[in-house]
């Protein structure tokens, strides 16, 4: 979103369409609705290399499931390479700018077939395998975090950070108050925001539903159950206006966290350039099982800066009260958690999202 209003403050004519994988087609459209320009928005086909962080090479070779799962990913990429080659050449872009994940695996190598210059921007601090995949054919690849922790070529690659929507910022106490009095809290009350992403974490969703009772007693809740559970928990949590479950929400994040006294959040780096641009008052619940263990090398980045603190789910999963007693913790003291914020703030870069633009209209050969 960041990018692509950019784009269109600098060069107002471009034509901009956005390609998501299907599972995440409604979300997308969600969100890019909000842009600044119309963005035609499809699905292609893509499939993925499921690889668990921490499993041995004897459990991964014997979990059946989950090698048929990927045997049939093949024939979706290679299915979405078809429909990325043929979408290409009937309506062929001057550059692509590939935002990392599995969905554009198909997309940049039928780009480099057909000779169309592309832009790849890897945000966590360990590189994702679509990106190295594809990187050795980027014209310019961009990173949110600083390039000692990538292989990338240097030559072709710059540390830019992670593009967030300019209007991203600290918010007052007067708007916190207004915020939380439009959702009909009481403004005098914490106010506690609970995100697992797009499609949620039923870990954490879980563990929240578990605690809530005791919860409720101390701060009003935003839960953001994700698309999945939403359904399963709508009956489970309490029946109180202190506590709004909400699917999904795709224009107004950044008030809900802005105005969040403390919000617990997956360690993915585009969402925690969104927390650090309001200065949040974090705890991370970094995903142990991603590949790479990607998220709990971003939340060790932040964590090394004092910037965030972590909850480990392996524990609370079984334990939900460990999840009560840190957030009533962080809640008690104020000092720790404004210097959370303060020290979650220095992370922002206010030109990332100008500087993928200006990458992106380079490689399509209208920069300087």
Known sequence: MAVINQLVANHAQSEIRFWSDRGYRKQAASLIKEADTSVHVSAIFAGKLRRYHGSTLVQKLIDVPTNLHNIFDIFLVILGFLQSFVKLIIWRPDVIFLKGGFVCLPVGYAAFLLRIPFVIHDSDAHAGLANRLVSPLATYIATGMPLEYYSYPKQKSSYVGIPVKSSLRPLSKAEADKIKSHLGFETDK???????????????????????????KHTSIVHLSGARQYDELKDKVPKTSSYKLISFVSDNFADLVGAADVVISRAGASTLAELAAVGANVILVPNPQLVGGHQIKNAKVYTGKGAVEVADETKFTSNPRLLLEQILDLLEHDEKRNSLGRSLRHFTRLNAADDVAKLIMKAAGDGS
């Open 190 to 216: 914490p106010m506690l925001v609970v995100t697992g992403g797009g499609l949620g974490a039923k870990r954490i969703n879980d563990a929240l539903v578990a605690i809530a009772p005791e919860l409720i």
